[in-house]
């Protein structure tokens, strides 16, 4: 027999389903915001792949556990795989278990952030301070000392190694 309850719950979970597999059409960074590498749509959709497009430019999230950086801890950078602006170390990277790159401090004057309120949540959101991009978020459940975990789309960045000594 249906329930209200049973009712109320299955319309919940239908509006939730409906509204994640809406894309975010939001512009990336503050609305209104300028930045420094400006681009038209046209013109990110031609030098970024379709996920790092989605990422990048309409605030998306890649799959948990799908990209090759989130395990990579060679010595070097993550740069803005959309204007190239460095901004992580490797030295600030860890392990969150969470499936997505994640760092506990990015590098000075790399980042900016704003209020996300999508998905009836409330997160800060973080983009590169150059072009706008979406990166991901951070969170107050990352190790010390800044407490803080920076959790990146890993097609939002691309690895730099540090050079070898010759």
């Given at each position: 027999?249906?329930?209200?309850?049973?009712?109320?719950?299955?319309?919940?979970?239908?509006?939730?389903?409906?509204?994640?597999?809406?894309?975010?059409?939001?512009?990336?960074?503050?609305?209104?915001?300028?930045?420094?590498?400006?681009?038209?749509?046209?013109?990110?959709?031609?030098?970024?792949?379709?996920?790092?497009?989605?990422?990048?430019?309409?605030?998306?999230?890649?799959?948990?556990?799908?990209?090759?950086?989130?395990?990579?801890?060679?010595?070097?950078?993550?740069?803005?795989?959309?204007?190239?602006?460095?901004?992580?170390?490797?030295?600030?990277?860890?392990?969150?278990?969470?499936?997505?790159?994640?760092?506990?401090?990015?590098?000075?004057?790399?980042?900016?952030?704003?209020?996300?309120?999508?998905?009836?949540?409330?997160?800060?959101?973080?983009?590169?301070?150059?072009?706008?991009?979406?990166?991901?978020?951070?969170?107050?459940?990352?190790?010390?000392?800044?407490?803080?975990?920076?959790?990146?789309?890993?097609?939002?960045?691309?690895f730099v190694p540090e050079p070898k000594?010759?």
């Amino acid at each position: 027999m249906t329930t209200r309850r049973t009712f109320t719950l299955a319309g919940l979970a239908s509006l939730l389903g409906a509204a994640a597999a809406i894309p975010l059409a939001r512009s990336a960074g503050k609305p209104g915001a300028t930045f420094e590498v400006t681009k038209t749509d046209a013109e990110w959709r031609k030098i970024l792949s379709p996920q790092a497009y989605h990422v990048l430019r309409q605030h998306g999230t890649e799959y948990a556990f799908s990209s090759p950086l989130d395990k990579v801890y060679a010595p070097g950078r993550y740069d803005c795989a959309g204007c190239a602006l460095p901004l992580f170390s490797s030295a600030t990277k860890f392990d969150s278990g969470t499936g997505w790159p994640s760092f506990w401090k990015p590098l000075d004057n790399a980042i900016g952030t704003t209020e996300d309120t999508s998905f009836f949540m409330k997160r800060v959101e973080v983009h590169c301070r150059r072009c706008g991009g979406h990166l991901g978020h951070v969170f107050d459940d990352g190790p010390p000392p800044t407490r803080l975990r920076y959790c990146m789309n890993g097609v939002s960045l691309a690895f730099v190694p540090e050079p070898k000594p010759s």
